[in-house]
């Protein structure tokens, strides 16, 4: 059984910054990457950030410069440093898994998801 459990979420000021974790486990667990979607309500879901074991890191245009994706020591874990946060960064935030590592930005690519975390970020 694979399971990713997202954790950081929080309300935040415009401005301030979060951080966002991703612990992955289970026996069956064969990702080879692992990173991040939002979606905020009556919005498509949106690639934030990705991490390939043997690729490089992406991120979308919207957080690029401002979120920073890595990945724990443990292996397991894995973090999304959000700076300068903007009122347009709010949404459920998932972490998302894929056995592949070189996906991309559509969620379709990936094959496990967290419940996701709800980020939230006042004017």
């Known amino acids: 059984q694979v399971q990713l459990v997202e954790s950081g979420g929080g309300l935040v000021q415009a401005g301030e910054s979060l951080r966002l974790s991703c612990a992955a486990s289970?026996?069956?667990?064969?990702?080879?990457?692992m990173g991040w979607f939002r979606q905020a309500p009556g919005k498509e879901r949106e690639f934030v950030a990705v991490r390939r074991w043997s690729g490089g890191n992406l991120y979308g245009d919207a957080v690029k410069g401002r979120f920073t994706i890595s990945r724990d020591s443990a292996r397991n874990v894995v973090s999304l440093q959000m700076n300068s946060l903007k009122p347009e960064d709010t949404a459920i935030y998932y972490c998302?898994?894929?056995?592949?590592?070189?996906?991309?930005?559509?969620?379709?690519?990936?094959?496990?998801w967290g419940r996701g975390t709800q980020v939230t970020v006042s004017a």
């Open positions: 998302a898994a894929s056995r592949s590592s070189w996906v991309g930005m559509n969620h379709y690519e990936y094959n496990y």
């Open positions: 289970g026996r069956t667990f064969s990702s080879e990457a």
